[in-house]
């Protein structure tokens, strides 16, 4: 079964520090796609970033960065620069076959980030 | 930008109603989804559908039903509330369905039972 694991329920860093969440998953499919997203307060998910089981570069959108370890079956989140503004419940996911050539996003339980001023 | 629409951002509901949650998008998508989020344990997907009509379960169906009438369209329904139901509902939508395709959700339904 896949499954994906935070284990980080919270975390704390300074305003313009680096952080680094963590996630590490378990497939059996070659072909997967792993995702981080963020839900503020507001409860709204937006998506961040993305890194398929194929790409041979970290991905890289703007301050966030996916540290992709396939040996290890890892994909933190670094975040540089940490604003107030990151702030929020940050989830880790991938995308696993489901049912024919479908496929459904398995989500971690999520790390809580807090920047402090 | 794609738009993922849901009826209500706060519902409130007696035990044994019946309960439909709506939720919308705008850009044809093939997929969609509806996932509860309580707090430790994640988004446990509920039900998803991949086509108009077409509906498979997810990993916690019980209690719930859907409809997929319309492609943009795909309604959540608790066919007889309980308390355990009190969740943040969140639906999703879907380009496609390979591994890339990333979701787009909606702002959430905060659904209590009482």
């Known amino acids: 079964a896949q499954k994906i694991t935070q284990t980080q329920p919270g975390m704390f860093v300074q305003e313009k520090e680096a952080v680094t969440l963590d996630c590490t998953y378990d497939?059996?499919?070659?072909?997967?796609?792993l995702f981080w997203y963020k839900q503020p307060s507001s409860g709204e998910m937006i998506f961040l970033i993305y890194?398929?089981?194929?790409?041979?570069q970290n991905a890289t959108e703007g301050r966030y960065s996916l540290n992709f370890q396939k040996a290890r079956k890892s994909a933190n989140l670094v975040i540089s620069a940490s604003q107030l503004g990151d702030s929020a419940m940050y989830f880790c996911?991938?995308?696993?076959?489901?049912?024919?050539?479908?496929?459904?996003?398995?989500f971690g339980k999520g790390t809580l980030l807090t920047v402090n001023p | 930008d794609v738009k993922v629409t849901q009826s209500s951002r706060y519902l409130v509901k007696r035990t044994g109603e019946k309960v439909f949650l709506e939720c919308v998008q705008d850009?044809?998508?093939?997929?969609m989804f509806w996932y509860r989020q309580d707090p430790g344990l994640g988004l446990r997907l509920i039900y998803f559908?991949?086509?108009?009509?077409?509906?498979e379960k997810g990993d916690i169906p019980e209690g719930y039903s859907v409809s997929r009438e319309k492609k943009e369209r795909f309604s959540l329904i608790l066919e007889s509330a309980s308390t355990n139901q009190t969740s943040m509902y969140l639906c999703?939508?879907?380009?496609?369905?390979?591994?890339?395709?990333?979701?787009?959700f909606g702002s959430g339904t905060r659904l209590t039972v009482v």
């Open positions: 996911a991938m995308r696993v076959p489901g049912g024919g050539s479908n496929y459904k996003l398995t």
């Open positions: 999703a939508s879907s380009l496609g369905a390979g591994a890339h395709y990333g979701y787009t």
């Open positions: 890194q398929g089981s194929y790409d041979q």
């Open positions: 497939t059996s499919d070659p072909s997967y796609g």
């Open positions: 850009m044809d998508h093939e997929n």
């Open positions: 559908s991949y086509d108009v009509k077409m509906k």
